[in-house]
């Protein structure tokens, strides 16, 4: 057989689910939403609630084709935008990029992506198709990675954040914290972000306490928000809205 005769491959995604539900983390909280939930993340945070999804093999298989059509045959109207979440998007970012681009140009929605933003070579691959960006930065208490890698991953988040605003995406930061995370950690790192951009660039900037477990205190909370507020005064305290009313 030739190569111009080989038969081609068709490429895969590993799903765990597709759903249409009331946004209930960030700036853009109380929009109709479409999540497209990617399967798989090799990150270890401890107060994940999508358990579920972060194995590889978690979810199933489909061809992209397969998705675009789910994609678009459970389309609901009035629908704001279209949310890849995980998991972690970025580790299947071809399949993202394809999907992405499949919504824009076909459907012609809102593309937006939740990412730990480890990669900043994948993040730039993907940043074309996507309308709205979610950054969120890890504290070391999250456990997402040890402590070794840990300056690693900042520095990815950081270069996708600004890899998200050079290329003038809707773009925001989110910070989950809990009553363990450092408040002299949460300091250097608003430090880090600030001396890296401008506020002007910035959308927003949301401060997530964790649900269930190891949940801040008020005090505390209030803590963090007046380490960001002298900088940034469009900081706001957000907790997972689709908890409290029961949606997903």
Known sequence: MTKQNMPITEKKIQLSEIFTSIEGEGILFGTKTMFVRIAGCHLKCYWCDTGYAL?????????????KKMIKDHLQNNTYKINFTGGEPL????AVKDLAKFIKEELGLR???ES??????????IISYIDICKIEFKTKDSQAVDIKHY????????????????NKK??????????????????????VIFNTIKCDDLAGFIIQPTSTINEPTVNR????????????????????????????
């Open 91 to 94: 580790i299947q970012y071809e």
């Open 55 to 67: 194995a590889m093999n978690s979810g199933n298989t489909y061809p992209i084709n397969e998705v």
């Open 170 to 191: 809707i773009t925001f930061i989110k910070i989950v914290v809990s009553n363990s995370t450092s408040i002299k950690e949460f300091r250097e790192l608003i430090e």
């Open 111 to 113: 593309t937006y992506i």
């Open 221 to 248: 909370l209030l803590q963090f928000y007046d380490l960001v507020y002298p900088i940034y005064n469009e900081v706001r305290i957000i907790p997972q809205l689709h908890k409290i009313i029961g949606a997903r």
């Open 151 to 166: 300056r690693y991953l900042l520095n990815n988040e950081i270069e996708c954040l600004k890899t998200a605003i050079d």
């Open 116 to 125: 730990s933003c480890y990669d900043v070579d994948r993040f730039n691959k």
